[in-house]
């Protein structure tokens, strides 16, 4: 059973940082680890990507340049550093993680739940203004 660990949720002001961090119990060397958010009454939305198999990223416009995805191998661990957070980011994130999948040439591009395998329980997110 491949379980998925959320950690580092909370509450900010707007313009603050966060870091959610994703221990996975999943071996496979090569497949796609992301980040997911759901706002109440929203539907759930991919904001970042990481390909295992290069470190190759990719993000929703929602949150690039603010937002910044990456792993350490070594500890079979996925983060999400969120920078410059706004009041519109408060949501409950999910880390994921699915067999590669490819979106207009983009390894683990434009992230879906219906290409997702694993889901971790969610860590809430809060911005205040």
């Known amino acids: 059973q491949v379980q998925l660990v959320e950690s580092g949720g909370g509450s900010v002001q707007a313009g603050g940082s966060l870091r959610l961090s994703c221990s996975s119990s999943?071996?496979?060397?090569?497949?796609?680890m992301a980040w997911f958010r759901q706002a109440p009454g929203k539907e759930r939305e991919g904001v970042a990507a990481?390909?295992?198999?290069?470190?190759?990223?990719n993000y929703a416009d929602s949150v690039k340049g603010r937002f910044t995805i990456s792993e350490d191998n070594a500890k079979n661990t996925v983060y999400l550093q969120m920078n410059s957070l706004k009041p519109e980011d408060t949501a409950v994130y999910y880390c994921?993680?699915?067999?590669?999948?490819?979106?207009?040439?983009?390894?683990?591009?434009?992230?879906?739940?219906?290409?997702?395998?694993?889901w971790g329980k969610g860590s809430l997110v809060t911005v205040s203004s």
């Open positions: 994921a993680a699915g067999r590669s999948w490819l979106v207009a040439g983009t390894v683990c591009g434009s992230p879906s739940p219906n290409v997702i395998e694993y």
């Open positions: 999943w071996t496979l060397p090569s497949k796609c």
């Open positions: 990481i390909y295992t198999g290069d470190s190759s990223t």
